[in-house]
């Protein structure tokens, strides 16, 4: 069956809260409501959110709606930035650029790309070790860790240039047999599913 993972949309950003424990705005809070018909969502039967409040509070809109719990692993978080907290936009786009283009090496004293994408990696085969392959689940993340996933998936050399577009609120799907990667980021108000041929 066919592993989803989906980035959590807008949060509602305040400087004066750990970037972890930002909510999603009322924005993202209606993106994914939007969703919560379509054909490929309605199939998920397991959840499996990040320990942070804008993951969990995406995870939570969609497990009410279906009905079914959701699980917390809180190994997929984002990459680690607590060194610099919060940042402004253009001084954030250039510390991610950093990221993405020395993955071995910790910019801004932020986690290492590679360390982060292991850590994620390794969370999510610990999550299949345990899942029964012929249901559908989804993973609600993060952007970074989520590209540096997609990167594995695809067998693709760590790069910005598998980044979601639009910051937010995008879905890839995966074959859970295999770990193939099955598409691209695609934003979730448009997201239609993929079939497991393609």
């Not at 919060?86 to 990221?99: K, M, T, V, W």
Request: proline content about 6%.
């Amino acid at each position: 069956m066919i592993g989803y993972y989906l980035t959590h949309p807008q949060v509602a950003i305040d400087p004066n809260i750990p970037v972890p424990d930002w909510p999603l705005s009322e924005r993202g809070r209606a993106r994914i409501v939007s969703a919560l018909d379509r054909p490929w969502l309605q199939t998920i039967g397991r959840i499996v959110s990040s320990a942070e409040r804008k993951a969990m509070d995406g995870a939570g809109i969609i497990a009410k709606s279906l009905g079914i719990p959701f699980e917390i692993a809180a190994e997929t978080g984002e990459n680690d930035r607590s060194a610099t907290g919060f940042l402004e936009r253009s001084a954030f786009e250039h510390a991610a650029d950093q990221f993405f283009a020395f993955p071995e090496e910790s910019g801004n004293g932020w986690e290492r790309a590679m360390d982060a994408q292991n850590r994620i990696v390794s969370a999510v085969e610990r999550i299949l070790a345990g899942h029964e392959l012929r249901t559908p689940m989804l993973l609600v993340g993060h952007g970074g860790v989520g590209t540096l996933l997609k990167c594995h998936l695809a067998q693709v050399a760590i790069s910005r240039s598998g980044d979601q577009p639009g910051g937010g609120g995008n879905v890839y799907a995966f074959r859970l047999a295999d770990r193939k990667l099955l598409c691209d980021w695609t934003p979730l108000d448009s997201f239609d599913g993929v079939s497991l041929e393609d």
